[in-house]
């Protein structure tokens, strides 16, 4: 069974960093490319960064230059450094398999706010 536990989220003011982790179990999480999510209220969920099994990386637009993902594959473990947080930024942010509509985890909530 596909476990996803996020965490690391907070209370952050703009131009703060936070970094997320995500741990994974219930797969052979090397095999797989991972995505970092996020849905604000009112909004749709959102791919925001990819890494593929062989560690390379795409961004969504908004998020370019600001974040960075990153994966362990000796601790099935997916990380999201964001940087130069935004406002626009808050929602709860969430790991899975790229592409999986499916076993989302609880997420974690990220507050970009003075």
């Known amino acids: 069974q596909v476990q996803l536990v996020e965490s690391g989220g907070g209370l952050v003011q703009p131009g703060g960093s936070l970094r997320l982790s995500c741990a994974t179990s219930g797969i052979i999480f090397r095999l797989y490319s991972m995505g970092w999510y996020r849905q604000a209220p009112g909004k749709q969920r959102e791919l925001v960064a990819e890494?593929?099994?062989?560690?390379?990386?795409n961004y969504a637009d908004s998020v370019k230059g600001r974040f960075t993902i990153s994966r362990d594959n000796a601790q099935n473990t997916v990380y999201l450094q964001m940087n130069s947080l935004k406002p626009e930024d808050t929602a709860v942010y969430y790991c899975?398999?790229?592409?999986?509509?499916?076993?989302w985890g609880q997420g974690t909530q990220v507050t970009v706010s003075s």
């Open positions: 890494v593929t099994t062989r560690g390379s990386r």
């Open positions: 899975n398999i790229l592409g999986s509509l499916s076993n």
